[in-house]
């Protein structure tokens, strides 16, 4: 079965600095996509980047990237010049193949604290 | 609507009582999904819709879980005999196509709280 793992239940940055969640994840699969999803208070699910595992290249999106290590299946987010609003609990997930109709498996995850 | 609506946001239910969560997807979307997110925790897959037919249901916790959605669009999570281990929100997802890199797009969820 596959597992998504997140070693941080809590973390905190200061306001314009970089921090970094972790991920791992547990597969026999050489097809798949990894994602980070944010959920605010509102607790609706937004998703933050994603990577195919065919890719080699990190992907990136404005402040946010990753640091994709297949062999060592981790999948870490590194979040740029943080702000307040950036505030929220992140999840890594895991998706199988093609994730227009595969079910998401998703981290326990964390709690990002902004500080001003 | 713009985005995945789900109805209602909350909903306390006394133990024994059956509950109907409702999701309104993305027009259009063909692929919808609901999650149980239980306190602390990550959202877990509960069943997967393909226009009407339920495709996999593998996660649904008990035969007291039921969904349905019967013409493609609108789907409801009924939970029948609540028990207080219910208590959870409920998440749905749509996406568009079955296309590689498809993405879902979640609703605000339903928080069932069982008493």
């Known amino acids: 079965a596959q597992t998504v793992t997140q070693s941080q239940p809590e973390m905190s940055v200061q306001e314009a600095e970089t921090v970094t969640l972790s991920c791992t994840y547990d597969?026999?699969?050489?097809?798949?996509?990894l994602f980070w999803y944010k959920q605010p208070p509102s607790r609706q699910m937004i998703l933050v980047i994603r990577q195919e595992a065919y890719k080699q290249q990190n992907a990136t999106e404005n402040r946010f990237s990753v640091n994709f290590q297949k062999a060592a299946k981790s999948f870490s987010l590194k979040i740029s010049d943080s702000q307040l609003g950036d505030a929220a609990m992140y999840f890594c997930?895991?998706?199988?193949?093609?994730?227009?109709?595969?079910?998401?498996?998703f981290g326990k995850g964390t709690r990002l604290s902004v500080i001003a | 609507g713009a985005g995945v609506s789900q109805s209602p946001r909350y909903k306390v239910a006394k133990r024994g009582q059956d509950v109907a969560l409702r999701c309104d997807p993305i027009?259009?979307?063909?692929?919808l999904f609901w999650y149980q997110q239980a306190l602390g925790q990550g959202p877990e897959f509960l069943t997967y819709f393909q226009n009407e037919a339920q495709l996999d249901k593998s996660g649904l916790p008990s035969d007291r879980f039921f969904a349905e959605r019967p013409e493609g669009s609108v789907s409801t999570l009924k939970i029948q005999r609540t028990q207080q281990e219910d208590s959870a929100v409920y998440l749905c997802?749509?996406?568009?196509?079955?296309?590689?890199?498809?993405?879902?797009?979640f609703g605000q969820g339903t928080r069932l709280t069982v008493v």
């Open positions: 597969t026999s699969e050489s097809d798949y996509y």
């Open positions: 997930a895991y998706t199988v193949g093609n994730s227009g109709n595969t079910p998401l498996v």
């Open positions: 027009s259009g979307h063909v692929s």
């Open positions: 997802a749509s996406s568009l196509a079955t296309a590689r890199g498809t993405e879902a797009f």
